[in-house]
């Protein structure tokens, strides 16, 4: 028979009954305590029993701690009712309190955004940046919109990339928008060709994202409509940052030639110096803007073979007859006209 | 995958263990590097039950005390299959470390 258990044995089933979830006592409170008098009873005869004590006690507390805020975050899950994990919830409240504290009394939309679900649900999810820390450096920010595709149960979890193809159709089967941009930011590339080599972030976008952000040539032009993804013209429009980077500022710096990722591209502009990209707060800064049609070559995304390609964005501005709620309306149409076209799409989300 | 968990599995993989046994078999093979608390220990081995990696293999009289018969675990062949991931993964690192270091001492970076 083993002995009565020792003091330092009742104290730490004790804590532990105190510090543990339910849960975790129920099914492992007996297995630890074993455990713990079997690491004890190796320590008989030795000097370090205090030593492993204290340590076992500080393991315990740490792990309670951890289990009780895990339970935490399980339980704000399930009352949520949503995906979301309870500390992505609490970071999203914090950015929003201190952007509201910051700016008192502001309250425009500065942009909506708008989720297209293509063969799936429809719905808005919040940019809470652009609506609670500043208004946005666009003109005509308030009818701007960002369309994204969110992926089932409606209203859970939206801010996806979309389909070029079906982006596409919304473009020309729409009622709501004035113009609808297409962008797809990217990881950083390699530019060669400049001072020194460095890693810049690639935004491929149509010709009309810079209209619709209001972005002016300071050198050169900005890129020409294409209508289609077929005739890409390797141009590239570097933002001012990146061309007094790379370039130091030189003013011949249009019709040179570059390398990105070992790609040949001709510097056609730069934008105006404090233009901010979409974004931008969230990610690294774009260096180099490219025509979306180079995301074939560049970032190998075929954006056209299939309407399951989901890789974009979608930018649109409202008509000024036109409320958001109409316009997803308008787009949630669309979205379920274009599901029963095309019922394979919802098979094979995201490949 | 967190080095405990996967010294846990690796522990498994050698048949079935009773919680200290666990702590004492991955004390012993990694020269006390990883020394678990037992609290650790359970916390593991409990996110490892949920997850389906491990299972329970009832209770068994232990054979180096006389207390309560211990409960023992064992390895699913979805905590195997886990297992031999989180290795091709420490492989891949390995040999992209070795080589990098490699390089580095090539241009007399690291000696």
């Known amino acids: 028979m083993r002995e009565p258990p020792r003091f330092s044995v009742r104290l730490f089933a004790w804590i532990a009954r105190r510090l543990l979830p339910e849960d975790f006592r129920r099914q492992l409170e007996a297995p630890l305590v074993d455990a713990f008098e079997d690491r004890m009873d190796e320590t008989k005869g030795r000097a370090d029993g205090a030593a492993v004590f204290l340590r076992e006690l500080s393991s315990l507390i740490a792990t309670a701690a951890r289990e009780r805020w895990r339970e935490f975050g399980d339980a704000g899950r399930r009352a949520s009712g949503e995906k979301f994990m309870l500390a992505s919830v609490l970071s999203d409240l914090r950015i929003g309190a201190r952007g509201l504290q910051r700016r008192q009394g502001f309250g425009i939309v500065g942009i909506t955004a708008l989720a297209l679900g293509i063969g799936l649900n429809t719905a808005l999810f919040g940019l809470a940046d652009s609506v609670f820390l500043?208004?946005?450096?666009?003109?005509?920010?308030?009818?701007?919109?960002?369309?994204?595709?969110?992926?089932?149960?409606?209203?859970?979890?939206?801010?996806?990339?979309?389909?070029?193809?079906?982006?596409?159709?919304?473009?020309?089967?729409?009622?709501?928008?004035?113009?609808?941009?297409?962008?797809?930011?990217?990881?950083?590339?390699?530019?060669?060709?400049?001072?020194?080599?460095?890693?810049?972030?690639?935004?491929?976008?149509?010709?009309?994202?810079?209209?619709?952000?209001?972005?002016?040539?300071?050198?050169?032009?900005?890129?020409?409509?294409?209508?289609?993804?077929?005739?890409?013209?390797?141009?590239?429009?570097?933002?001012?940052?990146?061309?007094?980077?790379?370039?130091?500022?030189?003013?011949?710096?249009?019709?040179?030639?570059?390398?990105?990722?070992?790609?040949?591209?001709?510097?056609?502009?730069?934008?105006?110096?404090?233009?901010?990209?979409?974004?931008?707060?969230?990610?690294?800064?774009?260096?180099?803007?490219?025509?979306?049609?180079?995301?074939?070559?560049l970032a190998q995304l075929d954006l056209e073979s299939r309407r399951s390609a989901r890789y974009v964005y979608g930018l649109a501005r409202l008509r000024p007859s036109v409320s958001l709620a109409e316009a997803r309306r308008d787009a949630g149409e669309i979205s379920a006209r274009l599901e029963k076209s095309y019922p394979d799409t919802k098979k094979s989300p995201l490949n | 995958m967190a080095p405990h968990v996967f010294e846990i599995l690796l522990s498994l993989s050698a048949g079935e263990r009773h919680g200290y046994e666990l702590v004492r078999d991955i004390r012993e093979r990694t020269g006390g590097v990883v020394d678990l608390g037992t609290s650790t220990l359970y916390a593991a081995i409990r996110r490892l039950l949920q997850e389906g990696w491990v299972e329970e293999a009832g209770e068994k009289p232990e054979a180096r005390s006389s207390g309560p018969p211990r409960r023992y675990y064992r390895i699913t062949p979805l905590g195997r299959e886990a297992a031999r991931l989180e290795v091709w993964r420490l492989e891949a690192a390995f040999k992209s470390a070795r080589s990098l270091l490699g390089q580095n001492r090539a241009k007399g970076a690291l000696r």
Do not use: C
């Not at chain 1, 079906?166 to 004035?178: A, K, M």
């Not at chain 1, 300071?218 to 990146?242: C, D, K, N, Q």
């Not at chain 1, 790609?263 to 931008?280: A, C, K, N």
């Open chain 1, 134 to 297: 500043r208004p946005l450096p666009y003109p005509e920010a308030d009818r701007l919109t960002v369309i994204s595709m969110e992926l089932a149960p409606a209203g859970t979890d939206g801010g996806f990339s979309a389909s070029y193809l079906d982006l596409r159709d919304l473009g020309e089967e729409n009622r709501s928008f004035d113009a609808l941009a297409l962008f797809l930011d990217w990881q950083s590339v390699n530019l060669a060709g400049s001072e020194s080599p460095e890693r810049v972030a690639v935004n491929f976008a149509t010709a009309n994202y810079f209209a619709l952000l209001g972005f002016e040539p300071f050198l050169g032009r900005l890129f020409r409509e294409e209508s289609r993804l077929e005739t890409p013209h390797p141009v590239a429009v570097l933002s001012h940052a990146a061309w007094q980077r790379s370039f130091g500022g030189a003013a011949d710096v249009v019709g040179q030639r570059v390398l990105l990722n070992g790609w040949p591209f001709e510097v056609v502009g730069v934008l105006s110096p404090g233009t901010s990209d979409l974004g931008e707060r969230f990610r690294e800064k774009t260096g180099v803007y490219l025509p979306l049609s180079w995301a074939r070559s």
